[in-house]
């Protein structure tokens, strides 16, 4: 699942490894290689993705760095606890994507080709942020996502409807 436009990501303090050694410190946990491995394998894209999507890029039983799919899911959820990464639903599934050294932003999706193109809006969060102000409501963050069909798609789809009418 991935976005055609990324975002410039924010100058950050510490690594997210670092980030991530701070939060398992503060829960008595440990940093394992599994979970160093995970980090990085994260972090190299900026890609949205799901528990599948991961599994499926990491090495197979048997290969080195092999980690275990219920791994994987706890790992997810210790990486969004942390505050590294973000989780919401999409079409049923639970969807991950960067957020440590990330910009707020918001989302377009395809309902199509499911792709999901991220974008930022200052008018959208000055207007948030008035509602907000007008209700005596303290934002914490938000989440957008509009559903509708890319430009890819709906050439896709034209051209499909003129071939129809032959």
Same mark, same amino acid.
């Given at each position: 699942?991935s976005n055609s436009e990324s975002l410039e990501p924010l100058r950050v303090s510490l690594s997210p490894q670092e980030r991530f050694e701070e939060y398992l410190q503060t829960r008595g946990l440990r940093q394992t290689n599994q979970r160093k491995f995970l980090i990085e394998a994260v972090f190299e894209?900026?890609?949205?993705?799901?528990?599948?999507?991961?599994? !499926?890029? *990491?090495?197979?039983?048997?290969?080195?760095? &092999?980690?275990?799919?219920?791994?994987?899911?706890?790992? *997810?959820?210790?990486?969004? $606890?942390?505050?590294? *990464?973000? /989780?919401?639903?999409? $079409?049923?599934?639970?969807? &991950?994507?960067?957020? &440590? @050294?990330?910009?707020?932003?918001?989302?377009?999706?395809?309902?199509?080709?499911?792709? *999901?193109?991220?974008?930022?809006?200052?008018?959208?969060?000055?207007?948030? $942020?008035?509602?907000?102000?007008?209700? @005596?409501?303290?934002? /914490?963050?938000?989440?957008?996502?509009?559903? @509708?069909?890319?430009? !890819?798609?709906?050439?896709?789809?034209?051209?499909?409807?003129?071939? $129809?009418?032959?």
């Amino acid at each position: 699942m991935s976005n055609s436009e990324s975002l410039e990501p924010l100058r950050v303090s510490l690594s997210p490894q670092e980030r991530f050694e701070e939060y398992l410190q503060t829960r008595g946990l440990r940093q394992t290689n599994q979970r160093k491995f995970l980090i990085e394998a994260v972090f190299e894209e900026h890609d949205h993705f799901d528990a599948d999507e991961l599994i !499926d890029r *990491l090495p197979r039983r048997g290969e080195e760095n &092999y980690v275990s799919s219920a791994t994987v899911y706890r790992t *997810l959820r210790e990486f969004v $606890d942390a505050g590294l *990464l973000k /989780s919401f639903q999409l $079409d049923g599934r639970t969807v &991950y994507e960067l957020d &440590y @050294g990330y910009p707020q932003h918001d989302h377009l999706y395809c309902t199509v080709c499911r792709s *999901l193109i991220e974008f930022q809006s200052d008018e959208l969060m000055a207007t948030r $942020d008035q509602v907000a102000a007008e209700k @005596g409501f303290r934002v /914490s963050g938000h989440r957008m996502i509009i559903q @509708g069909i890319c430009k !890819d798609c709906s050439k896709m789809r034209r051209k499909k409807r003129k071939q $129809d009418l032959v």
